[in-house]
T-cell receptor
Framework: EAGVAQSPRYKIIEKRQSVAFWCNPISGHATLYWYQQILGQGPKLLIQFQNNGVVDDSQLPKDRFSAERLKGVDSTLKIQPAKLEDSAVYLC???????????FGPGTRLTVL | GDSVTQMEGPVTLSEEAFLTINCTYTATGYPSLFWYVQYPGEGLQLLLKATKADDKGSNKGFEATYRKETTSFHLEKGSVQVSDSAVYFCALSDGSGNTGKLIFGQGTTLQVKP
């Protein structure tokens, strides 16, 4: 069974530029999560989808971050404009349903210069 | 709000040494508790979990017991190997809403020397 796929694996941009990350969850998984992992810290949930609806986006900086999961399958996370403090690894995870085991992708490492 | 605190790293051990990584939590409701591992260059993997008080999770020689009275979930292994070198994260799930949201500790780096 294929795991959670993410792309790109690495991205370097300058501050004030925009960037987008893509995630394809495990087939059949209804729940999709985006986490931000800053160096030396644990992952922090940014947004959680159940199918194509948002369950929790309380920690998403909505002035610059946006995410969508239009068809309830793959998802895109966007940052516009990026700030230096957005440098982090962005992790996507999926689970069969709410409250079940989450499977993580390899992450996208973003560096903002 | 809910939170997880792990012991500071890095932890450096010789092969076959005993490992303990401390984890304590603060939570409302009845969270499930997890240990995740991140090997160099790889994604997070679930190592073990416990869903209620006094449960013991175990996998690959690692164990952790859900202690509600001390709000702890310490990770232990009797004899570590070089291949156990990784970053270990303690986490809890949202205990009040069952959304599955995970709250992580800051991670503890383990280095095992031959």
């Amino acid at each position: 069974e294929a795991g959670v796929a993410q792309s790109p694996r690495y991205k370097i941009i300058e501050k004030r530029q925009s960037v987008a990350f893509w995630c394809n969850p495990i087939s059949g998984h209804a729940t999709l999560y985006w986490y931000q992992q800053i160096l030396g810290q644990g992952p922090k949930l940014l947004i959680q989808f159940q199918n194509n609806g948002v369950v929790d986006d309380s920690q998403l900086p909505k002035d610059r971050f946006s995410a969508e999961r239009l068809k309830g399958v793959d998802s895109t996370l966007k940052i516009q404009p990026a700030k230096l403090e957005d440098s982090a690894v962005y992790l996507c995870a999926s689970s069969l349903d709410l409250g079940l085991e989450q499977f993580f992708g390899p992450g996208t490492r973003l560096t903002v210069l | 709000g809910d939170s997880v605190t792990q012991m500071e790293g890095p932890v450096t051990l010789s092969e076959e040494a005993f490992l303990t990584i401390n984890c304590t939590y603060t939570a409302t409701g009845y969270p499930s508790l997890f240990w995740y591992v991140q090997y160099p260059g790889e994604g997070l993997q679930l190592l073990l979990k416990a869903t209620k008080a006094d449960d013991k999770g175990s996998n690959k020689g690692f164990e952790a017991t859900y202690r509600k009275e001390t709000t702890s979930f310490h990770l232990e292994k009797g004899s570590v190997q070089v291949s156990d070198s990784a970053v270990y994260f303690c986490a809890l799930s949202d205990g009040s809403g069952n959304t599955g949201k995970l709250i992580f500790g800051q991670g503890t780096t383990l280095q095992v020397k031959p």
